[in-house]
């Protein structure tokens, strides 16, 4: 009997360690090879003390052209630049016009000193595109951050343009184990790296911010020869201190759902092969909601209920989202000197050379207020979503908050505002979408029927190749066949090409559940995941989003933040819906460059 127990206790050993392994994929660390190689590390990965640029004027010491892993695919993309304030070095030149450094340990710069600075990492990719590493110095792009006694860690990455995910972050995590190797020479707390982004770079800093150390990633940093080991043969971890997403285009296993839940269900012209399919989404939102239990900042469960107006808008849930597009109006109406006019604050900046229109980005960091946007990373409506005007598209100055109000009211009274308290009460959702945040994108908004959209690039197995990723699309496509045969726009084919997008693996044998997993920062932050628990999670979060933007869900951001909250709690987390504002760089008040220096001093000091 007793060899009996020893035989049944040895067999669910194995079946629990087997069903790790299809849980995760390949990526359980070997711990062999050129990573884990001090020795390999140290010849090829260290950092030339005696070749550093500097800046007097704006006494800057830097470097560009750091190769950040030995197997790089592209070094264009796979180096960085570090830029240190002068202050943090002890120096002398050389004959070749290069400087010698040493950190000067009796520095202070600001609140720091040369061993306590934090490190800022920009995540510059709109679109997860791939982002070239700085060629060239411009003191412009880093000195508010030098100036506040930051290190500035630049680094390019790969992108849907020239791989495919998850190289981008995999490239990113690898530079942050680059600056973690030669921590021992270079100035810093290398425990405090923070990243920040917009758009697609904000979706990548919720990356970083919520897969630290996930063995998910194992395997890609292997493959490039990122740096795993440190000088004396100890794990190097790859988790960050710090997060900031402006507009994050992410969460993308529910964004399709969640965008036509949130806007399409309201204006799509429901007599159409995709306005059926915008409604079983919007259905499947729900029962996504209802499992996933997020809970609100009080820790009460969010929930979906039916309601006999529009698609399971009722519930907790939809009565927090109502709140929160509430909170918005009446934070903007706190914060607004009148007379004011939209055009003239509704944008912040982007990314500087960010060239949002498909050119690849510089990779160089957002600063300023340059009042223009990012372009979208979806294709134009295709006609199916029944047009209203987005009142908020005016030049138009606005001399009270009443006027304002009566303006976005138009014929309908939707908000109700008390100008005593200068408050405001919202009526719906469906009120506020269709008039200030038409959906810009067709259905599916993120894994396009004709795999058209950014996402599906980033998904294809390779640079030139684009893929389907959602299982629920894939699932309804599949289930619902003869409902939406009946529509002349339909396609047979839509099934069998999500069925099959969805059956590849990568070149390192991982499935498109994995992958998708890896870039979903939910999967790292919910219990309803099988990741929860997997990864190292960065303390500290700020969340903006514009909440005009049709690039996304407003459900995406708010998901977001709610995960995080519950995860590190309130103290740690900032999160800001921009009134006013689209796919920008939303601030409620100052610019983002200044109010990201001050936020990282505030989570430090």
């Known amino acids: 009997m007793k060899k009996l127990h020893l035989i049944i206790i040895a067999l669910i050993i194995l079946i629990s360690i087997v069903g790790v392994f299809f849980l995760t994929g390949n990526s359980t660390p070997t711990g062999e ?17 005696n070749n550093w640029q500097y800046d007097e004027t704006n006494d800057i010491y830097y470097q560009i052209g750091l190769v ?39 520095a202070k710069v600001g609140n720091y000193t040369s061993n306590s600075a934090p490190i800022v990492m920009p995540v510059n990719t709109p679109g997860y595109s791939a982002c070239k590493a700085p060629t060239s110095y411009n003191a412009g792009e880093v000195k508010n951050y030098t100036d506040a006694g930051f290190i500035y860690l630049n680094a390019g990455c790969m992108g849907r343009d020239n791989a495919e995910a998850p190289d981008g972050v995999v490239d990113l995590k690898s530079a942050v184990t680059y600056y973690r190797f030669n921590g021992d020479v270079l100035p810093g707390d290398i425990e405090k790296i923070f990243t920040f982004g917009h758009s697609g770079g904000g979706a990548q800093s919720a990356i970083m911010g919520s897969s630290g150390n996930s063995e998910l990633y194992t395997p890609y940093l292997e493959n490039i020869g990122a740096a795993m080991v440190d000088k004396d043969g100890k794990v190097l971890s790859n988790a960050i ?27 799509r012209n429901s ?33 979906l209920e039916k309601s006999d107006d529009g698609i399971y808008t009722s519930g907790s849930y939809y009565d927090y989202m109502l709140t929160v597009t509430e909170e918005s109006l009446n934070n903007f109406l706190n914060d607004t000197t009148f007379p004011y006019s939209p055009s003239s604050n509704r ?24 009042p223009s946007g990012e372009t979208p990373t979806g294709s134009a409506p295709n006609g199916e979503i029944q047009s209203e005007n987005t009142n908020t598209n005016s030049s138009t100055s606005y001399q009270t908050a009443q006027d304002y109000i009566d303006y976005l009211n138009g014929n ?18 469906e009120a506020f979408v269709k008039n200030c945040k038409n959906p810009s ?139 006013g504002q689209g796919h920008t760089q939303a601030e409620r008040t100052g610019d983002s460059t200044g109010n990201f220096i001050n936020w990282v001093n505030n989570c430090l000091n």
């Open 412 to 429: 309908d009274t939707w908000i109700q505002y008390d100008e005593k308290t200068n408050t405001a009460k919202i009526t719906s959702l």
């Open 33 to 49: 090879g050129p990573s884990y190689n001090a020795s390999a590390l140290t010849n090829n990965l260290s950092v030339d003390m």
């Open 68 to 106: 950040y892993c030995m197997n790089p695919k592209d070094t264009a993309y796979e180096s960085c630049g570090i830029y240190v304030p002068g202050k943090y070095f002890e120096s002398s030149k050389n004959s070749n016009g290069t400087y010698s450094c040493k950190i000067n340990e009796n």
């Open 271 to 303: 007599n159409s092969f995709t306005g059926a399919l915008s409604n079983d989404l919007a259905e499947s939102y729900a029962t996504y909601i209802n499992q996933l239990n997020l809970k609100d900042p009080n820790g009460n469960v969010l929930k």
């Open 241 to 267: 201190a710090g997060a900031m997403c402006w507009c994050p285009i992410t969460n993308l296993d529910t964004a399709d759902s969640a965008y036509e839940w949130n806007m399409g269900q309201y204006v």
């Open 441 to 579: 994108k067709s259905v599916a908004a993120f894994d396009d029927l004709n795999r058209s959209q950014a996402e599906n690039g980033l998904f294809g197995l390779d640079a030139n190749s684009s893929s389907h990723f959602d299982k629920d699309l894939r699932d309804l496509l599949n289930n619902n066949s003869k409902t939406y045969s009946k529509y002349a726009n339909d396609s047979k084919d839509y099934a069998r090409e999500y069925s099959n997008d969805l059956a590849t693996k990568d070149s390192l044998n991982n499935t498109m559940e994995t992958r998708v997993n890896m870039y979903n920062p939910m999967y790292y932050l919910c219990d309803y995941y099988d990741g929860a628990g997997s990864s190292d999670v960065a303390k500290y979060w700020r969340i903006n989003t514009g909440i005009e933007q049709g690039d996304t869900s407003q459900c995406v951001d708010v998901n977001l933040y709610l995960a995080v909250l519950n995860k590190v709690g309130k103290d740690n987390v900032e999160f800001s819906t921009v009134w």
């Open 347 to 370: 944008m912040g900046s982007i990314p500087s050379g960010g060239a949002p229109s498909g050119e690849t980005p510089t990779g160089s960091t957002p600063s300023g207020e340059i």
